[in-house]
């Protein structure tokens, strides 16, 4: 990594523009900053902002599909690991033949978000090294994100639909999308005859003789599907391993057991709408989710937030955080062997901010709580029998902090963690930082880049917490790191509590249902539990997103996954998945 | 040394143990009928026992707690409903998973519609219990319901509510959530007040 050579944005640009005469120009629709680059320079290019610019960091690629414009185009977003704002750069190509380099050689972290744009609008990204679908099954017709794909059930564009009122005779959706009918398969496709390719490539050296050991014993390779179904993966996640005896010699990630395109419904719902959504992305901490997608249409509807909710929106996150993490914990443990008995004691103390939750939002885990430019409801005067207030400084004074003190009494020193642990899955820096890993992955292996600091949002710049990071990269230090992050969490909330203003407005101006959005983009990003949880929104001043891209961290985290586990055990490959802490409600959206 | 870490996790496990049963010689049997001692179970103050055996004991929802959405009407004297649904759509707007059906009323004679809704379906299957509906209408006519033991036996007619089934009397909605209706009712008086202010203030003036 070199100095970066521009002091200040503006020379930035010039130095850019200047570099690639004609074919790098700023972005100049209304609404929408960044650079257009033409497709040939495009590795020149991000090699050159990468290595010269110190850009090192590629946190989101997706595609929009402008068809009015007969173009797909390709959004990046770079950012320092230093902090600072993003440097986004698109790249515009034809419909018909959309074809663009591969940035997979110069940011590794692109390969499975370019082929998730593969798998939702066929663009090719010429030179990835395995281009195939990723989300949807190989056999899947068309490209679902396209605006002119309709699936088989289908209504309208967007909502709300016409046939609810007034005139709302109600008909079961089955009714008109009746099992095996529900399918559009393509011209003389017959589902029973097909054969995966992708499945099929994964068997062939299955009988070959693997002698390069040199151990002077004949083994056969043997490939082993965990999962879908099984325990450990923490979902439907499938684990394509091929074994040489006990060790692992290479391993796929197999996700989409879980998709229900919710990039694709969010773009057919208003904007409001798409709040309730966000729970289901990742349910164990809906709150960031909500905040996340809150400040992504902040930005562009310039929503000021009041005080009061702006310290509301930071507790309800920290504790979020701490939830997500207990559970981290919990579970880690449950994949280590210590069967639920560690998990239930993390989780009782989850079971409590969730009573807190449903008191204030309704719900314990689908909260749905922010709304743009404040948050639904204020503090409840009581829950359940106790005071609120009082149920909150309790908790975030001496219970919480208590509770993670027993926590690494019991376990930061227990044999079983240390050995699992200490040099397990070792990822380091550079590699981190070069496949767009996120969050507690990310700082585990001594990169102090969390979003709260490097690029403050909401009014996190106000609080005094520091930013944890740990130089082993290992599963240990995976582990550790979510216990010293709690601590800081709770730090942050001691916080809210102490400055929050205790009366005042909770929404800029009335409850709206209906939302202008201005046109333009936006891009807000959050430091969500399991790492950098961003919402890219493309607005044309219409009642509905015209896109909607959700960044999953649980999605770009399991890049790694095959990396981590190489030369590791089977019984490691569990331990290491639930050290990098994924969702599939998010990873597979 | 090895094996410790068994000794402190088995430490933890008896402490526990034995609190349950300090703990329930403290409250005798309370800690298990009593409501509010119930509650305390599961709470920063709690010690010992901590879950609750669903069914055999239930703590009571939170009051902001919701479920599924369900219809106020008014018991007048006279013994007749009248609901407080003037079949706006909002609510059908606003829902996210278009789960909201409603057939609006029109006028016998004349054929314009009046503000009741005459067929009001709520497709339970889809419902997110997300709380839009109650939280965007006008006229507080929908609210979230706290029942959330609704399973069936026929998925093909029993999940889709309809208005018969969704309407519940608003002395319902004052019990399950009391600090809202509060509220609620406080700021309608207030606006009526206002009104009658108003009207008073111009029938003056007019004198």
């Not at chain 1, 709150?287 to 937030?305: C, I, R």
């Amino acid at each position: 990594m070199t100095e970066a050579v521009a002091p200040t944005a503006e020379a930035a640009a010039e130095t850019l523009e200047s570099r690639f005469p004609g074919s790098v120009t700023p972005d100049t629709r209304a609404g929408y900053s960044g650079y257009m680059v033409a497709p040939d320079k495009l590795i020149e290019f991000s090699t050159a902002i990468r290595d010269e610019m110190g850009y090192d960091y590629l946190s989101s690629v997706t595609g929009v599909d402008y068809i009015a414009d007969g173009k797909l185009e390709v959004v990046y977003h770079a950012y320092k690991t230093t902090g600072g704002p993003a440097l986004v750069f698109k790249v515009q190509i034809p419909r018909e033949d959309p074809v663009i380099p591969s940035l997979v050689s110069v940011y590794p972290g692109a390969d499975f978000q370019e082929r998730e744009a593969y798998d939702m609008y066929g663009i090719r990204f010429a030179g990835h090294p395995n281009l195939k679908r990723i989300l949807m099954w190989d056999g899947f017709a068309g490209y679902p994100l396209r605006k002119d794909w309709k699936e088989a059930y289908y209504e309208a564009d967007i909502k709300p639909f016409d046939s609810r009122w007034p005139g709302g005779n109600f008909y079961r959706s089955e009714e008109k999308n009746p099992f095996s009918h529900n399918v559009a398969y393509p011209e003389g496709f017959d589902p029973d005859q097909w054969v995966s390719e992708e499945e099929a490539e994964q068997y062939p050296n299955l009988n070959e003789l693997d002698v390069s050991t040199g151990r002077g014993f004949r083994t056969d390779k043997i490939v082993v599907n965990l999962g879908p179904q099984h325990p450990s993966t923490h979902g439907v996640f499938r684990m394509l391993v091929t074994l040489d005896g006990e060790t692992i010699v290479d391993l796929h990630p197999v996700m989409g057991y879980l998709h229900r395109n919710h990039e694709k419904i969010g773009e057919r719902n208003t904007w409001i709408q798409n709040m309730p959504f966000t729970d289901r992305l990742d349910y164990i901490s809906s709150m960031s989710n909500n905040l996340g997608y809150a400040l992504a249409v902040e930005k562009l509807t310039k929503a000021k937030v009041p005080e009061r909710a702006e310290y509301i929106r930071i507790l309800m996150v920290e504790l979020t955080r701490i939830c997500n993490h207990l559970w981290a914990i919990g579970f880690l443990l449950n994949d280590m062997g210590a069967f639920f008995t560690p998990a239930l004691y993390a989780i009782r103390e989850r079971e409590l901010i969730l009573d807190f939750f449903e008191a204030t939002a309704g719900s314990r885990m689908m909260c749905n709580y922010m709304r743009f430019g404040g948050i639904a409801r204020d503090i409840p005067e009581k829950m359940r029998d106790e005071n609120t207030m009082e149920f909150l400084n309790d908790m975030v004074f001496n219970r919480l902090p208590r509770a993670f003190d027993e926590l690494d009494t019991y376990l930061t020193e227990n044999e079983i963690i240390r050995s699992r642990g200490i040099g397990v899955g070792v990822l380091p820096p550079q590699q981190a930082i070069a496949y767009s890993a996120a969050g507690p992955l990310l700082r585990a292996s001594g990169v102090p880049y969390d979003l709260r600091r490097a690029e403050p949002y909401s009014i996190y710049d106000r609080f005094d917490f520091k930013v944890c990071t740990r130089e082993g990269g290992d599963v240990y230090d995976r582990y550790v790191i979510r216990i010293d992050e709690m601590r800081e969490s709770v730090k942050i909330c001691q916080q809210v509590l102490r400055d929050m203003p205790t009366g005042g407005d909770i929404l800029a101006g009335k409850p709206q249902y209906t939302v202008r959005v201005p046109a333009g983009e936006s891009y807000g990003r959050v430091e969500g539990p399991k790492g950098e949880l961003g919402f890219y929104i493309v607005s044309t001043g219409k009642a509905n997103a015209y896109r909607y891209h959700v960044r999953a961290p649980s999605f770009i985290n399991i890049t790694l996954l095959g990396e981590l586990c190489k030369g590791h055990k089977v019984a490691d490959v569990v331990v290491i998945l639930g050290s990098i802490d994924i969702v599939l409600g998010e990873t597979d959206r | 040394m090895y094996g410790l870490g068994v000794v402190k996790g088995l430490w933890v496990t008896l402490k526990h143990f034995v609190d349950t049963y300090t703990e329930d010689v403290r409250w005798l049997s309370k800690r298990y009928i009593d409501p509010e001692k119930l509650n305390m179970r599961q709470s920063p103050k709690g010690k010992g026992l901590f879950t609750v055996q669903y069914p055999d004991e239930m703590l009571a929802p939170t009051e902001r707690f919701r479920y599924l959405p369900f219809l106020i009407y008014e018991e007048k004297a006279d013994g007749t409903k009248e609901d407080l649904c003037t079949s706006c759509g909002i609510c059908a707007k606003v829902c996210p998973p278009q789960c909201i059906w409603i057939v609006r009323t029109d006028d016998p004679v004349t054929k314009r519609p009046i503000p009741a809704p005459k067929e009001f379906y709520i497709d339970t299957d889809i419902c997110m219990n997300c709380g839009y509906c109650a939280e965007y209408c006008p006229f507080d006519a929908i609210k979230m319901d706290h029942d959330f033991e609704i399973a069936s036996y026929d998925r093909t007619t029993a999940h889709v509510y309809d208005k018969a089934k969704l309407s519940k009397p608003v002395s319902y909605y004052a019990s399950i959530r009391p600090t809202d209706y509060a509220a609620e009712e406080k700021a309608r008086a207030e606006e009526e007040a206002k009104k009658a202010a108003k009207k008073a203030a111009s029938a003056a003036a007019k004198k």
